[in-house]
């Protein structure tokens, strides 16, 4: 497949989970849901700030890097921006359930950022 199609494909799924979410943020009342409509909130969240990411990471890598082989960059932008919006999406699940401080907060992003680390240094 083309990279074209593949950033098609990203740009969609990112759409439908804006709309998603919105559609969750403003017709369900958080003090009064299960647990089911939250979690498909903090999905859509987790889906579409990843889409955004991954698309912004992307084209930045492509301005930044001469525009030398630009299919190698798009796996990695979309894992770096899965785990960026994965350590968000986890701070606010924290936060809603009353137990965020800040040191859960630090092991939240520094574990995302060992995930990373792991990604990084294993060989294919």
Request: hydrophobic fraction near 65%; aromatic fraction near 16%; avoid cysteine.
């Amino acid at each position: 497949m083309k990279i074209k199609l593949y950033l098609f494909t990203i740009f969609i799924i990112t759409l439908i989970a804006l709309g998603t979410w919105f559609l969750i943020l403003f017709n369900i009342n958080p003090y009064q849901t299960d647990i089911i409509s939250r979690a498909s909130f903090f999905v859509s969240l987790l889906i579409w700030i990843t889409g955004i990411l991954s698309l912004i990471l992307f084209y930045l890598r492509i301005k930044l890097s001469n525009k030398e082989i630009i299919f190698a960059f798009l796996p990695l932008s979309v894992r770096q921006s899965f785990l960026f919006s994965l350590s968000l999406v986890l701070i606010l699940i924290l936060s809603s359930l009353n137990v965020l401080t800040w040191w859960s907060a630090v092991l939240a992003v520094a574990s995302i950022l060992i995930l990373d680390l792991f990604f990084k240094t294993r060989k294919a």
